[in-house]
């Protein structure tokens, strides 16, 4: 009785017509809000920064990309070009960067209901926006002036010009050239391209394909002229230097130069990475594994499959490209979470376009598939957030360190020994250990009594016939859970690694203010930091000053050692062309992070005697090494 009452009122609410408009209204609404908050409360970081100022430096004219010693370019041109040319309209300065970023996240949100409505109807648009204003993570780093804000609007609005039946040629011509604008704005995110052309061969026919593939040839390779030859340098590291010696000519020859950055990644870091992205984008990924445990028998038509093939294979593919270029390399192990934010969106719609075919009965092997699926990941989500989160922890610990009990002569008494004394004279585990692995228990053990519940409620007045839907029930249930708590600490809400409790548009504005106060017009400015360069930016607002833009890329762009004309050529520089610029420059900008490291390891001491120290930031947004010490040279 229960299941018919609930599937009463859930089939009198799908049947208001205007209901999926109001819940789409107003989780556009909530998600603006995020949107605004974010762009103001996230700290700035390198990449945030670089994306602007190289962007700024590019589209006045100043630098060109690939120029030779200018700025180090290491994405494609338009991730830079194109906050630069808002820069150049609006003027520089982190406050127009988010502005920016929040016009950006709009159009994608914006793309993202228009296709949900498409593949869904009016409850897959309102889903869609649900599923995507619940999860905070992606929408932290939307909120930044960063390139996966962007691509993710370049690929919704590809997928809304290009996905479903009847589309217009015009459409499919103009998706076919965003899609070849894509590498030139990142390069990993090359993929879709084929995929795209693919799909419009395979779902539009013939011509529709050769119209769009030469649409996307003429962006894709015209986009490649524009900066020919010396963007293929981004290309050649991803070519095996024996096998493509016609390559050389584009691999730099730096000498001797050695990197300061040699990292060698645990195996626990690459886990708990892999796990930080998928809960932080939990949604999504598991959206893709419901519909292939879930797969329809039957398709309301031909298009709708090859849309659900295309969306959840890109995805897929996406995924392991971008899982071996972070947790496969040293390089940037815990770039993983940040970079499934680039097509996360792929995960949402899948479940958008397939969730009203999914299959209900199942078989009994894939029931123990889904089951055992869910606790090895269940597992490792709470593996990583109970190794993340203090507050579990702590109630946990107060618990393992009361006085274990003992079983004696038909009495129960407390021992000397502290429970978590017990577990480690008998097991071998240390209290961070025992703590970490009740915390999992604890977890593991609300969850499955929730799911419980639902499987409970869903087997009353269940006929024998029908157990086989226990499959469809437990990973949908599963899949609904974690939409429901996407913004909690278990997921998506522990996302905080830039989240600042003042408003650093305004800190970083008010640090520009106050430094132009010791800055003249044309004057040589070294800085020598990580990152403030979004600092930077807004005293270009406010000074006609000349920077060294080889140290743009702080200490990924610096080496030890090399042929510093070479170094130089190519955006890196070294402790020679350091003792260089300091000898020219009038005023020296050294951030707090600096001060410890390049002073005491790159010897910089000894080369500041002819400056003094004027004035020092003491902290700029939340990050106590992001103050800053202004010398001015000595009269």
Not at 292 to 319: A, H
Not at 489 to 497: A, D, F, Q, S, V
Request: hydrophobic share 45%.
């Amino acid at each position: 009785m229960a299941k018919q009452r609930i599937g009463s009122v859930i089939r009198k609410l799908r049947n208001i017509s205007w209901l999926p408009e109001v819940i789409s209204a107003v989780t556009l609404i909530g998600y603006s809000i995020q949107i605004w908050i974010y762009a103001h409360s996230q700290d700035s970081i390198l990449d945030d920064g670089l994306y602007m100022l190289k962007g700024f430096l590019f589209a006045t004219g100043e630098y060109a990309p690939f120029e030779d010693f200018g700025p180090w370019t290491n994405k494609m041109p338009l991730s830079f070009l194109i906050p630069g040319y808002v820069q150049k309209i609006f003027g520089p300065g982190l406050r127009v960067g988010r502005y920016y970023a929040i016009g950006v996240a709009l159009i994608y949100i914006v793309g993202v209901w228009i296709i949900a409505r498409r593949l869904g109807g009016k409850w897959g648009g309102a889903g869609a926006l649900a599923i995507i204003t619940l999860n905070p993570a992606p929408l932290k780093l939307y909120g930044m002036a960063l390139s996966e804000g962007l691509i993710a609007a370049m690929l919704v609005w590809v997928l809304v010009l290009v996905l479903g039946q009847d589309r217009p040629l015009w459409q499919l011509v103009l998706g076919g050239f965003f899609a070849g604008l894509m590498p030139i704005t990142r390069l990993n995110m090359t993929p879709v391209l084929p995929f795209v052309l693919g799909y419009i061969f395979w779902d539009h026919g013939l011509m529709a394909g050769i119209c769009s593939t030469l649409a996307s040839m003429l962006s894709f390779l015209g986009g490649h002229a524009l900066f020919w030859p010396d963007i293929m340098r981004l290309w050649t590291p991803w070519f095996p230097e024996g096998l493509t010696p016609f390559l050389d000519r584009w691999r730099p020859d730096f000498g001797n130069a050695q990197s300061v950055r040699d990292i060698n990644r645990t195996f626990r870091e690459r886990y708990l990475s892999f796990f930080e992205g998928l809960r932080y984008h939990f949604p999504a990924i598991m959206g893709v594994i419901t519909s292939w445990i879930l797969w329809p028998e039957e398709w309301e038509n031909r298009s709708q499959f090859r849309v659900t093939v295309f969306l959840s294979s890109l995805f897929t593919v996406l995924l392991i490209l971008h899982g071996y270029a972070s947790l496969g390399k040293d390089f940037n192990v815990f770039a993983f979470s940040v970079y499934l934010s680039f097509f996360e969106v792929l995960g949402i719609l899948t479940i958008v376009n397939t969730i009203s075919l999914w299959k209900k009965s199942q078989p009994k092997w894939k029931f123990v598939i889904t089951l055992v699926f869910i606790i090895l990941i269940s597992l490792g989500v709470f593996y990583s957030y109970a190794g993340t989160n203090t507050a579990l922890g702590k109630q946990i610990g107060l618990l393992l360190s009361k006085r274990s009990l003992h079983w004696k002569d038909g009495k129960i008494t407390f021992t000397p020994w502290k429970i978590w004394e017990v577990f480690k004279g008998r097991l071998g585990w240390s209290y961070p250990t025992s703590v970490t692995i009740f915390s999992i228990l604890a977890l593991v053990g609300m969850e499955f009594f929730i799911l419980g519940i639902i499987m409970v409620i869903r087997k009353q007045n269940l006929p024998n016939d029908k157990i086989s839907e226990f499959t469809y029930t437990l990973i949908t249930s599963f899949l609904y859970l974690s939409i429901l708590i996407s913004p909690t600490k278990i997921l998506g809400g522990e996302m905080h690694n830039f989240s600042c409790h003042a408003d650093v548009i305004s800190e970083h504005e008010k640090a520009a203010e106050r430094i132009s106060n010791y800055v003249l017009g044309d004057d040589n400015v070294f800085w020598l930091g990580m990152n403030t360069q979004s600092v930077l930016l807004d005293l270009m607002g406010k000074r006609e000053i000349s920077i060294y833009p080889q140290q743009l890329n702080a200490k990924y762009s610096y080496r030890v050692g090399g042929d510093e004309e070479s170094l130089a050529q190519y955006g890196f520089w070294n402790e020679t062309l350091m003792e260089k610029w300091l000898k020219e420059a009038d005023v020296l900008l050294i951030e707090k992070e600096a001060l410890v490291d390049w002073y005491e390891n790159f010897g910089m001491r000894q080369n500041i005697q002819d400056f003094e120290r004027v004035d020092s930031i003491s902290q700029i947004g939340c990050f106590g090494e992001k103050a800053i010490t202004i010398y001015r040279r000595k009269p």
